[in-house]
Every structure is written in structure tokens, then in C-alpha cells.
């Protein structure tokens, strides 16, 4: 479990990291709504409900508190906190929707007015915990790692995956080639390829899948879905492998890598 310290355990304010601490939650906020704002999209009649100002501004603000609340509790905020901040997200919008609701504001003013005041109400709420935004993140974290902190490359690929739910897609053949490829980058600038055959297995599997994608190019859509979908399973896999051997990417991106091939392996195969 992850929570704040009091106060008088974070010591003095640093205006800079304070600074900080707000710059990442904008960071985070605009994530949210990139990542999520397709799912809204794509449910039936939401195209209707969202181009009603009053509804789309209030979805805008729960992907922005969605993502926010992830970071915030990944840097170790605990939940009062969070739900501090959530609240901040939603007030301008809960004062400004009374006079659109009575016609005295346009419906663009209630975008641009909510989004221009939702980041001083971000900054009261800061202020109320000045020593907590104030502090190092290290600082605010208990000793243990929550599930959210150790399992961080998880859930952002299972995140950034949503939208293969909702509405699965059939990436190109070529792509296959970026799977193998990047480890191959990643291994050049951290040298992790030298000894042991470790750069021809990886020029082996680069091969390999070179030719599954000209098979999948010259193959009849049916068969090449499943060859596509069948490069992806595998570079989960060999995700797999490297996250446990810890060898040429780093276990994080290993498990962020795996989640997203394994989510769009199995949308491609049974969802298209």
C-alpha cells in the first residue's frame, strides 16, 4: 500500500519540484485523453452524446482525472490526495455547466473556460499540500512498492492496447519487422549484443521475420491475418524470454513490449 507521509516527515518546498509535480500531471492528463478518448468514441450512439458540449466536456475531464490518478498514485500520492486533485478536474466544469444549461454560455466557452480554470483549481489544491507537491517523490513513498509501481509497464501497455478492443485492426505486414528491429536498437546503444551469438540470434530472428512478413504480403488476406497475428504471439514470447533472462532491452520495456503483442496478437485472431 502506498501513501503520503504528513507534512512534517517531507520537509522544506522546492518551488522547482513542485513545478514538477504539476507539469507531470498535465503530462498525464493529456495521456488520458489520448488514450481513452477512442474508447468513448467508438461506443454505440457516442457519437450523438459527445457532440453535446455539457457531455463531452465531462468525459474530457475523466480521462484527464484517469490518467492523473494513475500518475499520482505510481509517484506515491496517497488516495485523499488523488481524490483532491480528481475534484479539481471537475469543479470548473460543475460551476461553468449552470449558466450553459440556462444559455448564458456558449457551448465552445465551456470548453475553453474549463480547461483555462481547471489548472488554478489544480494549483489550490497543491497549495493545501504544499510540503507533500513540495517534496522529492521519493520523499512522499512508503517503503513498499505498490502494485501499480512494480507492474507500471503492465498496465500502460494494457492501457495503450484499449482501443484493440473496441475496435480491433490488422496492422501491415512490414510492421513485423519493427518487433525484431527495435530489440536490435536497443541493443546497439545499451551494447548489449556482444558474446555468446547473442547479435545473430537477433539478426536470425530479424530474418525470421522478414520472411513471415513477404509470406503474409503474397499470401490471401485470410492466411495472412494469421500470419500476422502469428508474429505477434511470438514476439510476446520472445518478450517473454528476454524479461526473464534480462538480456538486450531493459525488463520494463520487455514487459511493456509483451503485453502490447500479446493484446494485439489475440484482437487480430479471434476479434477481426
Known amino acids: 500500500m ?3 507521509l504528513p507534512p512534517q516527515a517531507i520537509g522544506p518546498v522546492n518551488r522547482w519540484r513542485f513545478l514538477g509535480h504539476l507539469a507531470e500531471m498535465l503530462v498525464a492528463m493529456i495521456l488520458g485523453m489520448v488514450l481513452l478518448g477512442p474508447l468513448w468514441a467508438a461506443l454505440p450512439g457516442a457519437a450523438a452524446l459527445l457532440a453535446r458540449p455539457d457531455v463531452a466536456v465531462l468525459v474530457m475531464a475523466t480521462d484527464m482525472t484517469a490518467g492523473m490518478s494513475l500518475w499520482m498514485r505510481y509517484r506515491g500520492h496517497g488516495w485523499g490526495a488523488v481524490a483532491e486533485m480528481g475534484a479539481a478536474m471537475y ?9 450553459y444549461w440556462t ?5 465552445h466557452a465551456l470548453m475553453t473556460a474549463g480547461h483555462v480554470l481547471m489548472v488554478p483549481a489544480m494549483l489550490l489544491v ?7 507537491y513540495g517534496a522529492a517523490h521519493h520523499r512522499h513513498r512508503t517503503a513498499g512498492r505498490g502494485l501499480l509501481e512494480r507492474r507500471w509497464p503492465t498496465l500502460l501497455g ?3 492496447t484499449l482501443a484493440c478492443w473496441v475496435d480491433p485492426m490488422l496492422p501491415p505486414a512490414p510492421v513485423l519487422l519493427v518487433l525484431p528491429g527495435t530489440y536490435l536498437v536497443i541493443g546497439l546503444f545499451r551494447g548489449t549484443l556482444r ?3 547473442v547479435l545473430a540470434l537477433q539478426l536470425a530472428g530479424l530474418a525470421g521475420y522478414a520472411a513471415l512478413a513477404v509470406a503474409a504480403l503474397t499470401a490471401d488476406p485470410g492466411t495472412a491475418r494469421y500470419l500476422i497475428a502469428a508474429g505477434w504471439l511470438a514476439h510476446a514470447a520472445w518478450d517473454a524470454a528476454h524479461f526473464v533472462t534480462r538480456r ?5 520495456y520487455a514487459e511493456w513490449c509483451g503485453v502490447v503483442d500479446l493484446v494485439v496478437g489475440v484482437t ?3 476479434l477481426l
Do not use: K
Not at 497543491?126 to 507533500?132: G, N, P, Q
Open 2 to 4: 502506498t501513501t503520503s
Open 91 to 99: 469543479a470548473p466544469f460543475a460551476v461553468l455547466l449552470v449558466p
Open 103 to 107: 444559455g448564458l454560455l456558449p457551448g
Open 126 to 132: 497543491m497549495l493545501r499540500r504544499r510540503a507533500e
Open 158 to 160: 494494457l492501457v495503450m
Open 195 to 197: 558474446g555468446g551469438g
Open 248 to 252: 538486450i532491452v531493459p525488463r520494463d
Open 268 to 270: 487480430i485472431l479471434f
